[in-house]
């Protein structure tokens, strides 16, 4: 519902349809699935040839259609011909950008199920997802393999964007060696090392994850401007590099837990180190953020939180950090701090 549409709705109206949102959302996610756009690429089509494609009962294809129509999401002329619009073009999945994948990932039943105790939460201040499910949100997606493949491609997706948008607006040209702590495979890495080349990188996680990355390196030709390290981040990080970068790492954590790993790494500075973290920075107060909510999904499903700069300064300055330098991005940003 746009602006426009709220200002001419009431109060009451205005909190049901916000109350009604699940229902897009679930209706996004079905179309997704069935692939409905990839479909229209070509050419628009009546209900009943998506219908016949899709192996759905028209009728019902078309109410859902309609009402996704009404959102901006798909389009019907008067010959009764659904279209895509630019909302429903991502939705293809040879689109550039597509988010196809995390459509069909956000809303799916395990989140939902989470979020279903979510007045447990807060009686309790634990998150919610394995006691809705019985299992932590990574056993969940290895349960669930197709619910794992469209997680997967939804964080290569977001880690796309976010790592061109990171290197855009940060320069590490006065680097030569760089640990990325707890950076996958290293694609982050790898992109930093990319752009420049005086760069040595050090990609520091757990041994599993390690493994995985030592051969992702190797792929791309990074091998000899790079090394592995595994370990545990709550016990020992590689001391003595020029710089230290973490990317959506602290926001899996609560506070106590993020002090301990800022501890960590402080135990293992040089003077002249700097601490980059690249991730959300909310917007205090009332103003509209779309990160606030991501905070309470983190919330409900691991226990995590998303910050806002004077809550990352506390937590720095806790660890003998301080905080030199917060960078505001579209639903991120880049927070920069030295040893002190």
Not at 23 to 42: F, Y
Not at 173 to 182: E, L, N, W
Not at 314 to 321: D, G, I, K, P, T
Request: net charge negative; charged share 20%; with cysteine.
């Amino acid at each position: 519902m746009t602006n426009s549409q709220q200002s001419n709705l009431s109060p009451q109206l205005i909190l049901i349809e916000i109350a009604e949102g699940y229902r897009v959302s679930k209706a996004l996610q079905v179309v997704a699935e069935l692939g409905i756009a990839d479909l229209l690429k070509a050419s628009p089509q009546t209900c009943e040839e998506l219908a016949q494609a899709t192996s759905t009962h028209a009728p019902s294809l078309y109410r859902l259609l309609r009402a996704l129509a009404s959102e901006g999401i798909f389009r019907e002329d008067n010959q009764g011909y659904f279209e895509n619009t630019p909302l429903s073009e991502v939705l293809c999945v040879d689109a550039p950008d597509s988010v196809r994948d995390s459509v069909i990932y956000i809303p799916h039943d395990g989140s939902v199920r989470a979020w279903m105790c979510l007045m447990d939460v807060l009686k309790t201040g634990n998150p919610a997802f394995k006691k809705a499910t019985g299992l932590t949100s990574w056993e969940y997606r290895q349960e669930h393999p197709e619910i794992g493949k469209h997680f997967n491609k939804h964080m290569t997706f977001l880690s796309s964007y976010l790592a061109q948008m990171f290197l855009d607006n940060y320069d590490f040209s006065a680097f030569k060696s760089i640990v990325d702590i707890g950076g996958g495979q290293g694609s982050f890495l790898a992109s930093i090392l990319k752009v420049y080349p005086q760069i040595h990188g050090v990609l520091f996680e757990i041994p599993a994850v390690a493994e995985q990355a030592k051969d992702y390196l190797k792929e791309l030709g990074l091998s000899n401007r790079s090394e592995i390290i595994a370990g545990d981040v709550f016990k020992a990080v590689p001391s003595g590099y020029d710089a230290y970068i973490m990317k959506y790492v602290l926001h899996n954590w609560n506070d106590e837990a993020v002090y301990q790993i800022l501890q960590t790494c402080r135990e293992a500075f040089p003077e002249h180190g700097k601490l980059i973290i690249f991730e959300t920075v909310m917007i205090p107060g009332n103003g509209p953020d779309p990160n606030k909510w991501i905070d309470l999904h983190m919330m409900v499903n691991l226990g995590g939180r998303e910050r806002t700069a004077a809550e990352f300064e506390e937590l720095l300055s806790r660890a003998n950090f301080k905080l030199t330098k917060v960078t505001s991005l579209p639903a991120s940003g880049i927070i920069e701090a030295v040893p002190i």
